[in-house]
């Protein structure tokens, strides 16, 4: 079974299945409930966190106790692989967001990876520099835009670049969902729930969304994309 998960994992996408297998058996299961801290910010990094299922916030804490999420992972992502490469400290927290089942490849496995696989060693340099034009683009609309664009574009990225509201086929559904809590999507927007919340009554006034607890459909998907300045 793990064996097949690895098989979606972008990083490891020039693997045979000799070489997936031989991974597989180094990797060690995790589960976390739901809101558990998986690694701390300032923290040293021993293992790779490979996402098997459920999704993880990465966010930065303040010490007024409010956070920043500035990425948020699903399945066949992966995360701490910077402080494997450095051996800095982690520089946010890393937060199950739903129940998680993780696999974990320890620090002197990674590093052997990269070693011995020149495509593994290419290929993380590509999604490390998709990363940070990422974050780049993320602290460009932080500065500035306005909540109800950085909202707007929060719900289209949800759906569309992270892949939330996809049905596993290369399509998404008539009325994409996205489940998450109004608080874990205002941090990832970068305001108060309180402020969220009123700009999520506007677009549902307006028939662009559908707001439940804890979920938000999106009913007419171009003209949030419109508000969003998204081309």
């Known amino acids: 079974m793990t064996g097949l998960v690895l098989t979606n994992v972008p990083l490891f996408a020039d693997f045979s299945g ?26 040293m990094g021993g293992d790779l ?31 701490g692989e910077l402080s494997l490469i450095d051996d800095g400290p982690w520089f946010g927290d890393a937060i199950a967001l739903d129940e998680c089942r993780l696999l974990l490849l320890a620090k002197r496995h990674f590093l052997d990876l990269l070693d ?27 500065a500035f835009l306005d909540v109800p664009t950085r909202l707007a574009r929060t719900l289209v ?8 509201g ?34 999520l009554g506007y677009y549902e006034r307006q028939g662009y969304i559908s707001c439940k607890r804890d979920s938000i459909t999106l009913l007419r998907l171009e003209d949030l994309r419109s508000r969003a300045g998204v081309a």
């Open 18 to 43: 000799a070489d997936l297998d031989a991974l597989s058996r180094r990797l060690r299961p995790h589960r976390y409930a739901k809101g558990s801290l998986i690694h701390a910010a300032g923290a």
């Open 49 to 79: 966190y490979i996402i098997e299922s459920g999704r993880v916030k990465l966010q930065l804490p303040s010490e007024c106790g409010e956070e920043l999420v500035f990425r948020l992972l699903g399945p066949n992502d992966f995360f």
């Open 116 to 142: 011995n696989h020149r495509g593994m060693s290419r290929r993380l340099l590509t999604i490390i520099c998709g990363r940070l034009r990422h974050n780049a683009r993320f602290a460009q609309d932080l």
């Open 157 to 164: 990225a949800l759906i569309e670049g992270d892949g939330w």
């Open 166 to 199: 996809w049905d596993g086929h290369g399509q998404l559904p008539a009325l994409p969902l996205i489940e998450i809590t109004q608080s874990a999507l205002a941090a990832h927007v970068g305001a108060s729930r309180e402020t969220v919340n009123k700009w």
